[in-house]
């Protein structure tokens, strides 16, 4: 395998550090060329022409090779652009569409994420306190859930008996059925005879 020659040596260590490159002197493009197609940094060969402006208007290529990397559906972009004597206004005009499209984009998502915050809370039940009577409610919460998803407020339920209450309340009221007859009457109703006895006929 032949040596390398210094010239592919030289490209080796420029590509090897080309992230220091701003100024090619006044090396020829066709030299130079291999090189510059390494460059990522459109910012970066920019500066190589302002430094160097004898290869300027051999760049467009360079220039292209960083819109097909950079830009996102590239081909159809550059579809309205027929051989552009400069295709760094080109790149950099893509460059300020993307960015456009892609704000209008984060906006359309936020305004969508609002919208759908702002129905799921709509959607939500919420409490709607209602005023209480004092005459017919202890202020305790009472009864079922209403159609808002708030507690409907009613009279306090009453308090279960327990089985010797409900056995006192059964025992009073059987008493106070005996006594339900007035005391005059209850001499009438024991000297008043019905029916004569059996025994005396």
């Known amino acids: 395998m032949p040596a390398s020659s210094l010239l592919d040596m030289s490209r080796r260590l420029c590509v090897k550090n080309i992230s220091h490159l701003d ?3 006044d ?3 066709p030299l130079i060329r291999p090189i510059l197609l390494k460059l990522e940094n459109p ?4 500066n190589i022409e302002k430094n160097s402006p004898q290869i300027r208007t051999h760049t467009g290529e360079v220039w292209f090779h960083l819109i097909k ?8 972009r550059t579809r309205d652009f027929k051989e552009p ?3 760094r206004k080109v ?7 993307v960015a456009e499209e892609r704000k209008e984009s984060e906006k359309k998502l936020q305004e969508a994420l609002t919208k759908h915050r ?8 919420t409490f709607i306190p209602k005023a209480l009577d004092p005459g017919k409610t202890d202020g305790r919460v009472t009864g079922k859930k209403g159609e808002t998803g708030g507690w409907l407020r009613g009279p306090a339920p009453k308090p279960k008996m327990s089985a010797l209450e409900k056995m006192k309340k059964k025992g009073g ?3 106070s059925g005996r006594m339900t007859t007035p005391t005059h009457l209850l001499a009438n109703r024991s000297s008043r005879v019905t029916q004569v006895p059996k025994g005396m006929l």
Request: net charge negative.
């Open 43 to 46: 910012d970066q060969l920019r």
């Open 85 to 87: 004597t400069n295709w």
């Open 69 to 76: 990397s950079d830009i996102p559906g590239w081909e159809k």
């Open 23 to 25: 100024d090619v002197g």
């Open 173 to 175: 009221d059987s008493a």
């Open 118 to 125: 702002d129905a799921k809370e709509e959607s939500k039940s």
């Open 91 to 97: 790149y950099y005009k893509l460059q300020d569409d």
């Open 27 to 29: 090396t020829p493009y």
